[in-house]
Nanobody
Framework: QVQLVESGGGLVQAGGSLRLSCAAS????????MGWFRQAPGKEREFVAA????????KYADSVKGRFTISRDNAKNTVYLQMNSLKPEDTAVFYC????????????????????WGQGTQVTVSS
C-alpha cells in the first residue's frame, strides 16, 4: 500500500511558477512509477506527466512540454512537478498517482495504469 499526499498548489498569475510535491508513504517508493494528472472543472481527468521508478524515463502531455518538469527524489519518497510559464488553462486540481513496477522505463500515460492516487491539490492561474 502506498499513500500519496500532494502539496504546493495555490493561486498564481499567468506566467508564474509553482512546484507541486507528492510525498509517498511506504518503504519501496523507488519501485513505483509516478504520474501527475489534472482535472479542470467540467472536464475529464487528463495526463500531465510521468516518471519511471528509476527516473530514467519521463513523459509529458503535449500541452505542458517545455513548461513542466517532473522529477523524483527516492531518498525523500517524493515526486515533484515544476510548473513554469503557467497559463489560465492550467487551472485544475492536480493529482499524484503511483503504480508498482519492476520495469525500468515504465511510465503509464493513462489513469488505469496507476493503482494509487492522492487527494489532489488545487492550482489556479489568473489572467
Amino acid at each position: 500500500q502506498v499513500q500519496l499526499v500532494e502539496s504546493g498548489g495555490g493561486l498564481v498569475q499567468a506566467g508564474g511558477s509553482l512546484r507541486l510535491s507528492c510525498a509517498a508513504s511506504g518503504r519501496t517508493f523507488s519501485h513505483y512509477a509516478m504520474g501527475w494528472f489534472r482535472q479542470a472543472p467540467g472536464k475529464e481527468r487528463e495526463f500531465v506527466a510521468a516518471i519511471s521508478w528509476s527516473g530514467s524515463s519521463t513523459k509529458y502531455a503535449d500541452s505542458v512540454k517545455g513548461r513542466f518538469t517532473i522529477s523524483r527524489d527516492n531518498a525523500k519518497n517524493t515526486v515533484y512537478l515544476q510548473m513554469n510559464s503557467l497559463k489560465p488553462e492550467d487551472t485544475a486540481v492536480f493529482y499524484c498517482a503511483a503504480t508498482s513496477t519492476s520495469r525500468y522505463y515504465y511510465t503509464p500515460l493513462a489513469g488505469p495504469g496507476y493503482d494509487y492516487w492522492g487527494q489532489g491539490t488545487q492550482v489556479t492561474v489568473s489572467s
